[in-house]
Nanobody
């Protein structure tokens, strides 16, 4: 069974920092790529940052230089360090995990966490 749980959201002032965590429980599966997405009310969900199982990263232009994505494969946990936060960063942040079943001919699946609210106050 696969479970993905985000934590670490909250209310911060402009210029502040937050660190989000995504804990994946994936018994019987291997965790491949992971990513952080965000969605503001009335807006389309967008990719914030992604990271492969080997550690290669990708960032949206809007967060490049301010956010850092990382993962601890031993703990099946992904992080998003957010610095120099801006009001436009306000959104619900979601963790996405791509997993592959360990059985022969294993299939790939994607799982989403429940989301964690990040609010940046001006």
């Amino acid at each position: 069974q696969v479970q993905v749980v985000e934590s670490g959201g909250g209310l911060v002032q402009v210029g502040g920092s937050l660190r989000l965590s995504c804990a994946a429980s994936a018994s019987g599966f291997s965790i491949d790529d992971m990513g952080w997405y965000r969605q503001a009310p009335g807006k389309q969900r967008e990719l914030v940052a992604s990271i492969t199982s080997s550690g290669s990263t990708n960032y949206a232009d809007s967060v490049k230089g301010r956010f850092t994505i990382s993962r601890d494969n031993a703990k099946n946990t992904m992080y998003l360090q957010m610095n120099s936060l801006k009001p436009e960063d306000t959104a619900v942040y979601y963790c996405k995990s791509i997993v592959t079943s360990d059985s022969v001919g294993g299939r790939r699946y994607q799982y989403w966490g429940q989301g964690t609210q990040v609010t940046v106050s001006s």
